[in-house]
């Protein structure tokens, strides 16, 4: 058992993804406790620049499991070399991101190793006895559950995008890199035919750190654009989201629902416009740090849950606020 | 085709949510059970590919307490063909890990061509036993798929997986494989009053744990890998405030707490 405790560096478009630098500065400090080698796994081709910066954010040393093969992710594939790796070094930890990947990688990864895996959790840390013993949410959020992998080990969890703050970066501070070949992975019986690109080229809701959401007042899909140009105002990392009632409405596409049945977020700011508040919606976005709601009926439930809130007509309190907020950033 | 479909019976998504004194679990009284949302649209896709190509079944897995049975029949009553629950005691307080297990060992023999599940439960919200499943049967994943198009000779699936920014990948996978749906697969069908009729005499199958062919050490509590250690409820946020005055000059204010309270823009 090699004292190591490993993170998941996913890539996009040859840019590493922030949760790789919040993976790396939530981990650091474990690994200080276990006196462990904090490592960065990578897969790919050609990342030996990209992997650079990640010395800085706490990585004492970069594995880039290197082959062509490896340049498209694919869950059967990278869940091979993943697995074949942790193997052969046999790290006491693999934490990953709950990403899209991660989400689709990391438990077959458990599988293929016979360990447990704590999935989209929202703390990390070690307990009494050195164990990783992360807490995670059920039930849409309304129960929490500490849970630990007392016996098998890589102990793995995947963390939710936003948990972990991203420490500053250490100019000068560099990690050992090693680049492994590694075979081609074989018999996948899976091949990834395309990338259908979505529609809005924006971060994702999921790892957005501002939101701004309609709900059924809006009325209709055009009157969205109130909410984008309010996310333009606030600038990069910023998106825009939905309520179960306005996509069933038809008045926005099912990937910008959030909700129970929709995608969960965890952004800094969370606006909610028109959207009254319903169980389900709140377990979507329920620990987003600021809540801010926007609502005509001073009884919608979303203000229990808001830290501010305005009691107003959404199409006139939007506007104001974005000019409020270019008025601030023009002042930067 | 055989098709196979992996369903959970879980609480209600309005269902009050109470822990236990001794924080080893929720207060399962009073809870309202269905089928989980998310198998719902692998129920009905499963009953749409039977549409499709005759001489298909659709059987309905279920593993969970004697309550489940209840859920079994829902799928059936929607046209399911037959259905299995895996029960026992000994099974009781599975991780993934030790549930994909089990669904496993029960899944192998069956040879279904084509697996469908919820992409996740949502009591558990892990998300992991549809690609365990697929480990340990040697079978390949799609997950999150919102659309599904098998191919007329049976070999293979088109499966559209949803991922960040509104983007899909496109997966071809060899049949047999696991696929697991997302929100938007489809719109899942109420069962009909002579379905819920009809679902009464077809066949089903209950498999304790002499039957699974596995150990008690591999099942249940002991066979789980993550080992749970308390339930706790979460932070009740603290009341928050309204702001006052004009809804414009509300808006204003709002923006100079966001940068001076908050320090978020």
Redesign the interface.
């Known amino acids: 058992m090699a004292n190591e405790v490993w993170i998941y560096a996913e890539h996009k478009d040859g840019k590493l993804k922030k949760s790789a630098l919040e993976l790396l500065s939530g981990a650091r400090p474990i690994a200080n406790d276990l006196g462990a080698q904090l490592v960065a796994i990578t897969l790919g081709s050609g990342l030996e620049t990209m992997v650079k910066e990640l010395g800085g954010y706490g990585a004492d040393k970069v594995i880039i499991a290197d082959n062509d093969a490896l340049k498209s992710y694919?869950?059967?594939s990278y869940?091979q070399v993943i697995a074949n790796l942790a193997q052969q070094y046999q790290p006491v930890i693999l934490l990953g991101p709950a990403?899209?990947?991660g989400?689709?990688?990391?438990?077959?990864v458990?599988?293929?190793l016979?360990?447990?895996?704590?999935?989209?959790c929202i703390k990390i840390q070690l307990?009494g006895q050195k164990l990783l013993?992360p807490v995670?949410?059920?039930?849409?959020?309304?129960?929490?559950?500490?849970?630990?992998?007392?016996?098998?080990k890589p102990q793995m969890a995947t963390v939710r995008p936003n948990v972990l703050a991203v420490a500053p970066k250490q100019e000068g501070k560099q990690a050992q890199i090693e680049k492994v070949s590694v075979e081609a992975p074989k018999d996948?019986?899976?091949?990834?035919?395309?990338?259908?690109?979505?529609?809005?080229?924006?971060?994702?809701l999921?790892?957005a750190t501002?939101i701004i959401s309609g709900g059924r007042a809006m009325k209709a899909a055009d009157n969205y654009k109130i909410l984008w140009d309010l996310a333009e105002a606030?600038g990069s990392g910023t998106t825009v989201g939905a309520s179960r009632a306005a996509v069933d409405s038809g008045f926005a596409?099912?990937?910008m629902?959030v909700g129970?049945?929709?995608k969960v977020v965890n952004p800094?700011?969370y606006i909610a416009c028109g959207i009254s508040g319903a169980?389900?919606h709140l377990?979507g976005m329920?620990?987003s740090?600021?809540?801010?709601a926007v609502n005509k009926d001073?009884d919608a439930p979303i203000?229990?849950?808001?830290?501010?809130?305005?009691?107003?007509?959404l199409f006139?309190?939007?506007p104001?606020?974005t000019e409020?907020?270019k008025k601030?950033k023009a002042q930067e | 085709m055989k098709i196979g479909v992996l369903m959970k019976q879980v609480p209600d998504t309005e269902a009050k949510i109470r822990i236990k004194d001794d924080a080893s679990g929720i207060v399962v009284d009073g809870i309202k059970w269905v089928m989980n949302p998310y198998d719902e649209y692998a129920v009905e896709e499963a009953l749409r590919i039977k549409e499709k190509k005759a001489g298909s079944t659709v059987t309905i897995i279920s593993m969970g307490p004697k309550r489940s049975v209840e859920t079994i029949r829902t799928g059936l009553a929607m046209g399911a063909d037959s259905g299995i629950l895996i029960d026992d005691p000994a099974l009781e307080g599975a991780d993934c890990y030790a549930t994909a297990k089990a669904l496993a060992k029960v899944l192998e023999p069956e040879k279904f061509e084509l697996i469908l599940c919820g992409k996740q439960a949502i009591d558990d919200d892990s998300a992991q036993v549809p690609q365990m499943v697929a480990e340990f049967l040697g079978m390949p994943q799609a997950m999150v798929i919102d659309k599904l198009v098998v191919s007329d000779d049976g070999k293979k699936a088109t499966c559209y997986r949803r991922i960040e920014g509104g983007a899909k990948e496109v997966l071809e996978v060899d049949l047999p494989a696991i696929v697991a749906a997302e929100k938007g697969l489809n719109e899942p069908r109420y069962a009909s009053l002579p379905g819920i009729m009809k679902a009464k005499s077809k066949p089903f199958k209950e498999i304790n744990l002499g039957a699974l062919g596995l150990k008690a050490e591999e099942v249940g509590a002991k066979g789980a890998k993550l080992k749970v250690k308390k339930y706790s409820l979460p932070a009740e946020k603290a009341p928050g405030k309204i702001i006052p005055g004009e809804p414009e000059d509300a808006a204003r204010a709002l923006v100079k707490m966001l940068r001076e309270e908050a320090k978020v823009v």
């Open positions: 694919l869950a059967v869940a990403s899209a990947q989400k689709d990688l990391f438990p077959r458990a599988a293929k016979g360990t447990g895996l704590a999935s989209d307990d013993s995670r949410p059920m039930y849409a959020g309304k129960a929490l559950v500490e849970a630990n992998i007392p016996e098998a996948l019986k899976t091949v990834l035919k395309e990338i259908v690109k979505g529609a809005k080229e924006t971060v994702d999921t790892e501002i606030f596409p099912i990937d629902q129970q049945t929709g800094t700011l169980i389900q377990a329920r620990t740090k600021f809540i801010v001073a203000f229990q849950k808001a830290d501010y809130g305005i009691v107003g007509d006139k309190v939007v104001v606020l409020e907020v601030l």
